[in-house]
């Protein structure tokens, strides 16, 4: 079973924070595992291949535009070894425009799994969905 560092944990999270950014698909095609879940307050979500896996990708940039973001930001929290050999890894994702928050910070876990190219998640739990970034217009 191979181990994840809390490094190796820290420079995942820099490289899916910051291929949004550079608005980066195959960084973030690279770090996925088919079927890849995304479950939030929303709903399951689950991606089958990369052309839904791009419409995932650009929505999240969409919403980016949006808010004007020009950093994205996660902190760790805790990492989990599990039984089975996959990892849990919570974090904090801050999303910046300029010197100012460009939404609340929100909680995150995601499960990994290392490979032979690299740690890769196959699911990522949040709270929140790129729906609620945006501030709500009566």
């Not at 979500?45 to 839904?52: P, Q």
């Not at 940039?61 to 990492?79: A, H, M």
Request: proline share 4%.
């Amino acid at each position: 079973m191979d181990d994840i560092s809390n490094e190796q944990f820290q420079a995942f999270l820099d490289e899916i924070s910051e291929c949004f950014v550079t608005r980066d698909f195959a960084v973030w095609r690279g770090k996925v595992i088919y079927p890849f879940s995304l479950i939030t307050s929303a709903g399951p979500v689950t991606l089958r291949n990369d052309d839904e896996l791009r419409r995932n990708f650009e929505m999240y940039l969409f919403v980016c535009d949006q808010l004007n973001i020009d950093k994205v930001f996660r902190v760790p929290k805790s990492l989990e070894n599990c039984d089975d050999g996959t990892w849990i890894g919570t974090y904090v994702t801050h999303l910046m425009s300029g010197a100012q928050r460009a939404a609340r910070p929100f909680t995150s876990s995601v499960l990994m799994s290392v490979t032979p190219s690299g740690i890769k998640m196959t699911a990522i739990l949040n709270a929140r969905g790129t729906h609620e970034w945006i501030p709500q217009r009566d």
